[in-house]
């Protein structure tokens, strides 16, 4: 129930926010100088529609609309088994797959409804071009709920390949084992000596 709350609100907080960046016509609202602003992707021959996948890739490409659509609609049905099977007590993996089925979706409904994607969020990092792209508040979930997937399988999920905390707790198991075994002998220790102590007034009261 939570994931789908989850899935539901960024999905309306993207459709929402494409809709209004595209119905204000906005362009150059900065959020950080020469890095980030809001700004319409601005594209006449498209309609001013991104007609590829994320980030503008592959947008000049005839066949990419209907090769993205068949794609996601893959994806989202992998991922949606995957959030089903994956263990409840892997929350931060089951999130990474709900903020990637946000994003996939957000993009599909554009594509289907539109022909293209809605961008409006600009990143531009100096001249280099690999840093100068249009995106949405989907891409950014896409990318966020990736990052999220390999942190999970490489440090966070109990099984991670190389767990932060993995060889703390098998010291803490080691102590405790040890702690374990060490009160379990000193039982016998006390009451060896309470039977010399016994022993010890009878040979007294002998003499």
Same mark, same amino acid.
């Given at each position: 129930m939570v994931y789908a709350l989850i899935f539901f609100a960024l999905l309306f907080v993207d459709q929402i926010s494409k809709a209004l960046a595209y119905a204000f016509d906005i362009e150059n609202i900065t959020i950080i100088p020469n890095i980030l602003s809001l700004e319409k992707?601005? $594209?006449?021959?498209?309609?001013?529609? $991104?007609?590829?996948?994320a980030y503008g890739l592959g947008s000049d490409q005839p066949w990419a609309l209907p090769v993205f659509i068949a794609l996601t609609c893959v994806a989202l049905l992998i991922f949606l088994i995957a959030?089903?099977?994956i263990s409840?007590?892997?929350? *931060?993996?089951?999130?990474?797959? @709900?903020?990637?089925?946000?994003?996939?979706?957000? $993009?599909?409904?554009?594509?289907?409804?539109?022909?293209?994607?809605?961008?409006?969020?600009h @990143?531009?990092?100096?001249d280099l071009s690999l840093f100068n792209y249009y995106? $949405? @508040?989907?891409?950014?979930?896409?990318?966020?709920?990736?990052?999220?997937?390999?942190?999970?399988?490489? *440090?966070?999920?109990?099984?991670?390949?190389?767990?932060?905390?993995?060889k703390?707790?098998?010291q803490v198991t080691e102590n405790a084992s040890a702690e374990l075994a060490a009160g379990a002998k000193e039982p016998d220790n006390d009451l060896g000596a309470e039977i010399s102590g016994v022993g010890q007034e009878h040979t007294d009261k002998r003499e």
């Amino acid at each position: 129930m939570v994931y789908a709350l989850i899935f539901f609100a960024l999905l309306f907080v993207d459709q929402i926010s494409k809709a209004l960046a595209y119905a204000f016509d906005i362009e150059n609202i900065t959020i950080i100088p020469n890095i980030l602003s809001l700004e319409k992707l601005r $594209n006449p021959a498209t309609g001013d529609l $991104n007609t590829g996948m994320a980030y503008g890739l592959g947008s000049d490409q005839p066949w990419a609309l209907p090769v993205f659509i068949a794609l996601t609609c893959v994806a989202l049905l992998i991922f949606l088994i995957a959030l089903v099977k994956i263990s409840k007590r892997k929350r *931060f993996l089951r999130v990474s797959l @709900v903020l990637i089925m946000v994003g996939a979706a957000g $993009n599909l409904i554009d594509r289907i409804v539109l022909g293209g994607v809605r961008d409006f969020i600009h @990143v531009s990092i100096g001249d280099l071009s690999l840093f100068n792209y249009y995106c $949405n @508040v989907a891409d950014v979930a896409i990318t966020v709920g990736a990052i999220m997937f390999i942190l999970a399988l490489l *440090f966070v999920d109990d099984d991670a390949l190389f767990r932060f905390h993995k060889k703390k707790e098998e010291q803490v198991t080691e102590n405790a084992s040890a702690e374990l075994a060490a009160g379990a002998k000193e039982p016998d220790n006390d009451l060896g000596a309470e039977i010399s102590g016994v022993g010890q007034e009878h040979t007294d009261k002998r003499e």
